[in-house]
């Protein structure tokens, strides 16, 4: 059983992300019950104990065999995936703290791409194409699919349209920016129209300095960033002797991620009517600051407010992917805020996109070759305001931390020799 609100609230697993998003006051409404999430990443130790009488269950591996919790050096990256969803927050002495998850009682499917646990860089994108396509087939009502993995493109995208006609939401991680294979660019399938792309933010509410460039080919968007999440300084997993110890922070676009995907399950769990079309919809409008519908590179259309999406019912958004539009501007131009149902219509509000005119244009199917090469460094929240004050909420007041630029932090990459990476 998950812990209570107030359990949760003061384990050591409730790290910064965890109030700054309001979590313990957002599992006073809801803690996922109800929802699906649906998870593929690398091998996992489910016997760590914030994992331990969670809502994880695991299910395929590469050739469709009941899968296995594994101990090993490369289940870090998966084990901590999981545990920002589902963790109980619970640790013990020797091992450290435990990690609690934003979305403890939704059903959390665990799939794994690793062939050998215990050979990393051996995976089977193409054969878990096919199980996870079964997997999201048997979600009523669509899962939250939550991908914190790069180098995935032939098929993905067809994975992403089986779980938007599905009633679901595909989320992806959207890369590191010296880690890319796509020079610098967003990575795949999360440059794939239609995913939910999900940028890193500091406890400052700052861009994470390595987050990568919107995809580009020709000189026009294949892909963008939709939103960014709590992603550096958040706790996960190292391993030590023979064991994982929880406590150490980390970077990267992949915890972002994984936050995402737990947020929308529990706006799922309290409006259970509402599709994956409008949870997306609802993310991108009611973010941090919802008077101000605007695109930066840095953030996507905002900051991630929990807070915000639980206070308004999403069903009254239009049940169309903005996604799907060519470019950010498109969905702005498209989607104001006054086409939500019991909007102000004083709220909408003109914003520049910058560079995102022309159509999309596509590009090679393994997402791999483009003609315009990303230059200069990751995109930054600027002093010209273009990525707008980014607010955390914190201790249930209201704090406005004003992004004055990219900071410098120390970051981790994770299996940058592997065939399928992890965007840690």
């Known amino acids: 059983m998950a812990p209570t609100p107030a359990d949760a609230a003061s384990s050591p697993g409730a790290s910064w992300w965890f109030e700054a998003l309001g979590v313990p006051e957002a599992h006073e409404e809801t803690t996922g019950e109800g929802a699906t999430v649906i998870m593929a990443d690398g091998s996992i130790d489910a016997t760590v104990p914030a994992l ?23 289940a870090e990256h998966g084990t901590w995936m999981a545990s920002l969803v589902a963790g109980t927050g619970r640790g013990s002495g020797s091992a450290g703290g435990g990690i609690a998850g934003i979305a403890p009682d939704a059903e959390l499917q665990y799939f794994t791409l690793d062939a050998d646990p215990n050979s990393p860089g051996i995976s089977c994108k193409v054969e878990m194409l096919e199980i996870l396509g079964q997997a999201v087939r048997g979600v009523e009502g669509g899962p939250i699919l939550s991908l914190s993995l790069g180098n995935l493109a032939t098929g993905w995208d067809q994975l992403q349209r089986d779980v938007e006609e599905l009633g679901g939401v595909a989320v992806a991680s959207a890369g590191d920016y010296e880690d890319s294979v796509n020079r610098g660019m967003m990575d795949f399938p999360a440059a794939h129209a239609g995913w939910v792309a999900v940028m890193a933010l500091d406890d ?25 999440a709590p992603g550096v300084g958040v706790p996960g997993y190292t391993w030590k002797g023979d064991r994982f110890v929880a406590g ?17 399950a529990l706006v799922r769990s309290k409006y259970p009517e ?24 840095a953030v996507g259309f905002g900051v991630v407010s929990l807070r915000n999406m639980l206070a308004n ?71 010209d305001g273009s990525s707008s004050a980014l607010p955390w909420l914190l201790g249930g007041g209201v704090a406005l931390l004003l992004a004055a630029g990219g900071v410098v932090l120390a970051r981790r990459s994770g299996g940058s020799g592997s065939t399928t990476r992890t965007n840690a």
């Open 313 to 383: 019912d999403p069903t009254g958004w239009p049940d169309e992917n903005p996604l799907m539009e060519g470019n950010p501007q498109r969905v702005i131009d498209t989607y104001p805020m006054s086409v939500y149902g019991q909007a102000d219509d004083g709220a909408d509000a003109e914003a520049d996109a910058g560079d995102t005119t022309g159509e999309p244009e596509a590009s090679s199917e393994d997402g791999s070759e483009t003609t315009a090469e990303a230059t200069g460094a990751p995109a930054q929240a600027g002093d």
């Open 204 to 228: 400052q509410a700052r861009p994470w300095d390595a987050n990568p460039l919107p995809y580009r080919s020709l000189g026009k968007y294949r892909g963008y960033p939709t939103i960014a």
């Open 52 to 74: 331990e009488g969670s809502s994880l269950e695991l299910r395929q591996g590469c050739l469709g065999e009941q899968m296995e919790s594994n101990r090993v050096p490369d």
């Open 248 to 264: 150490e922070p980390q970077d990267g676009t992949s915890p972002a991620t994984a936050i995402v995907a737990g947020a929308l």
């Open 274 to 297: 509402a599709t994956g079309n409008q949870l997306i919809q609802h993310l991108i409008h009611f973010d941090a600051e919802p008077e101000e519908f605007a695109y930066s590179d």
